[in-house]
């Protein structure tokens, strides 16, 4: 049998008999997790999803399904995007390592010495630096809910989630490299979306995303987050689509050694943090959230914004993972179901 004869049996048997590997090993017909996924969406009340899967460091499996916007019957494919959320984390933190890997930043010098904060009173700030940023452990808060951010913690002390962090984080790389929010996302294009082949990768909302953005929905309510979309916004600003975060999350895996850091716990998540009693978490890494499935030690990151819930678990050890965007706000569940069916 030629080379041609060959490509044309595997590309009829993937259309005909499609199936890819669970965690385990064990086969899913495509068919049979397309009704998975159908019952899921139903019971959790979402609208639109795109979803992606990885065996063996490559995209084995990318659908979307049902639709980016119900009024006007648009409907979900691998090109709609979706508000990325706090799924923009991991991939500002690769940026960052990138960035400390060439010696452009110090991931341990104080960031006051690169500049110094406008919305910290507390000396504490000039304990800070990038490191615990990316593992969430300078003792800020989420959000801060006045104009001067207060301290929850001593910074290095134990875990805080922190999209405030991630903000001031973002405008010292800015301001080292004579940038402002408007404009640093050209820079991140430069150093990390172009080199990863990562194509309409964006922290702010360009015209060919926003003509193909997903309507964001809470039950059955149109819902729209009121905020500047053309400042870079490293805790939740990027706009993306199952097949181009997969993407993202192979290279990744593949470029493991360049980015240690992303896949060695910093802190160790206390018994009762909220964080460990809502979704299993053991530890934070630089980036990432370590997480136990029968006995294996996988890596996770989740995000919400107003409409828009998104989720990834990798496992580099068998280059193994999903990635999930929906339209619908604060579908958690949507994790566990998916963990559930992958990893039996």
């Not at 104080?110 to 969430?136: C, F, G, Q, W």
């Amino acid at each position: 049998m030629n080379t041609k004869l060959i490509f044309l049996f595997i590309l009829f048997s993937q259309t005909v008999f499609g199936q890819f590997r669970t965690f385990s090993g064990k086969s899913i017909s495509n068919k049979k997790f397309d009704t998975l996924i159908g019952k899921a969406m139903d019971s959790l009340g979402v609208h639109g999803m795109s979803i992606a899967v990885i065996n063996n460091g490559k995209i084995v499996y990318c659908k979307g399904y049902g639709f980016s916007n119900v009024a006007q019957s648009e409907r979900v494919d691998n090109r709609t995007f979706f508000e990325a959320a706090s799924l923009s984390k991991p991939v500002f933190a690769s940026f960052v390592l990138t960035l400390a890997n060439e010696n452009k930043i110090d991931l341990n010098k104080p960031l006051y010495e690169y500049l110094p904060p406008t919305n910290m009173i507390d000396e504490r700030y000039k304990k800070i630096n990038a490191a615990m940023v990316l593992s969430h452990t300078t003792g800020l808060p989420n959000w801060s809910e006045s104009d001067t951010i207060n301290f929850l913690y001593n910074p290095g002390e134990k875990f805080s989630y922190s999209g405030e962090a991630y903000t001031y984080l973002a405008k010292v790389i800015a301001k080292q490299n004579n940038l402002t929010l408007e404009t640093l996302d050209n820079y991140f294009q430069s150093e990390l979306a172009k080199k990863f082949g990562l194509k309409d990768f964006h922290f702010i909302l360009t015209p060919t995303i926003k003509n193909k953005l997903a309507t964001g929905y809470q039950d059955s309510s149109v819902v729209y987050d009121d905020r500047d979309r053309n400042r870079f916004d490293s805790a939740g600003g990027l706009y993306a689509n199952a097949s181009t975060y997969a993407k993202f999350l192979t290279q990744l895996m593949k470029r493991e050694d360049l980015f240690n850091d992303m896949f060695v716990p910093r802190i160790d998540l206390e018994s009762n943090d909220i964080v460990k009693e809502i979704f299993g978490i053991e530890a934070w890494t630089s980036g990432l959230a370590v997480i136990k499935i029968k006995n294996s030690v996988n890596f996770w990151h989740g995000g919400n914004n107003l409409g828009f819930t998104s989720s990834f678990m990798i496992n580099p050890e068998k280059k193994f993972g999903y990635v999930f965007f929906t339209n619908a706000d604060q579908c958690n569940g949507m994790k566990k179901i998916l963990e559930d069916i992958l990893w039996q």
